[in-house]
């Protein structure tokens, strides 16, 4: 077996943001000459995370980013200085990597699927590890 | 390395449920003549997830759908017209794959753990992929 | 392929704690002889978690231990006898496993980036499962 890996670099530019990474990993698995795997994505930041969720109506990721701020209280006596504790706590409950089989050369993700990276703390020069296992 | 792979069917009957389908991914282990290696399982869903939490008392389950309602709100001025933004919430909250090691072609859970499908916008026909990976 | 296998005890002091793992997990790393591939964690407790974020200044978490109790309402009419049900639901909510790459026989972490350990229901005796792939 050999894996292979690489980085790529996402820019965000709002404070909170869910970006499509989708077919930047779509092309990466369709490069590497793999039919049939499995492919790990890691998000190397404690303010940033990733997630697999619907794409088709954006919607769905703006009600998404809403609730996340509803969810986890901003007005908590804090400790950390830097003020973003929020953004940590949002990142330990959606996560820090996913993983997605794929064949054919291509993702197999559900109907209505899509991969985000999640911005919590932006905007911000982020990047985001992958390595492509063969089946 | 050879990765076995499949789908199976989850039924599911309730608007929110959590379905164990441990016996289930146990068999197909068993049937795939891997004595030890990671069972890697993927929802291909949008409002449904995987998790891995107490199976002994079903109070537990009721319990943490009824904690999850309450935490993600169902009263915000969501834009996305299905609906169902809080099921695509939790859905990212909950996570979209689970990793399990198994030995003795027998998944290596801890004493309470059992693996559940995640229903947050049923009842639906759904559907689960798994890969197995020899050790 | 030949994977590396093997437990970590973990003891807990408090009721709720985040402990950074990360020193244990790289050594196990570089005794395996392995240069570059991936490390799998799994947590085997049903109100104990795993997750990664930011371990320089220790408030961050003190904070998410804040916000997770917030977050996680303890006064619902929980039906399990236990008395543990928000402490599941955190489990569920952070999540039981963690995938972590690693090269030149060390976890490619981002810069901040820890390996946290989180006792949810404490104090308590607890154990980690690892599982190292080559690449």
Known sequence: MTMKQGSIGVVTSSRMELIDITNQI???????DYDSGICFLYNPHTTSAL?????ADP???EDMLAALKKIVPSDLPY???EGNSPSHMMTSMVG???????E??????????RIFFCEFDGPRKRKMHWRIMPA
């Open 51 to 55: 997630t697999i969720n619907e794409g």
């Open 96 to 102: 820090s990597s996913e993983m997605v089989f794929f």
């Open 26 to 32: 779509n092309q990466i698995i369709s490069e590497s």
């Open 59 to 61: 919607a769905v990721q």
């Open 104 to 113: 054919k050369s291509s993702l197999n993700l559900g109907t209505w699927q």
């Open 79 to 81: 400790k950390h200085l």
